[in-house]
């Protein structure tokens, strides 16, 4: 059920993360060149992550399947440098693929945090 939730929340956060992208490069389609809004959609797919987690706790897909990010103890929801190295650990190439082999995936173990259902 883990790597179900994971997932979803993997496929609603992608969802509304390109919908935004879209909606982005058409209203600044005229003021920034193609080979610039490649670099600012990287900018922004971390910062979704990163702002989120940073401000409620949650992506949007957490908040639909009703998870939450929290320590590796339980006992609180992470603080800026968890969330920071959970962000820049998904530049990792095998983050996506690292669900397969285990319960947690590389972002989870580098920041000493787990996924919960609340």
Same mark, same amino acid.
Do not use: A, W
């Given at each position: 059920? =883990? ?5 979803? !929340?993997?496929?609603?956060?992608? #969802? %509304?993360? *390109?919908? $935004? ?7 600044? =389609? ?5 080979? !610039?809004?490649?670099?600012?959609? #990287? %900018?922004? *797919?971390? $910062?979704?992550?990163?702002i989120l987690k940073l ?35 998904r530049l990792i190439p ?25």
């Amino acid at each position: 059920m =883990k790597k179900r939730i994971r997932l979803y !929340n993997f496929l609603i956060d992608s #969802i %509304l993360f *390109y919908v $935004l992208i879209l909606v982005i490069s058409v209203l600044l =389609k005229e003021y920034v060149e193609r080979q !610039n809004l490649k670099y600012l959609m #990287i %900018l922004l *797919y971390y $910062l979704y992550y990163f702002i989120l987690k940073l401000t409620i706790g949650q992506t949007i897909g957490k908040i639909i399947t009703k998870t939450r990010v929290v320590t590796i103890d339980n006992s609180e929801k992470p603080n800026f440098k968890k969330i920071f190295v959970r962000t820049i650990s998904r530049l990792i190439p095998i983050d996506l693929i690292s669900y397969l082999f285990s319960s947690n995936g590389i972002h989870d173990s580098l920041s000493k945090t787990k996924l919960k259902k609340i």
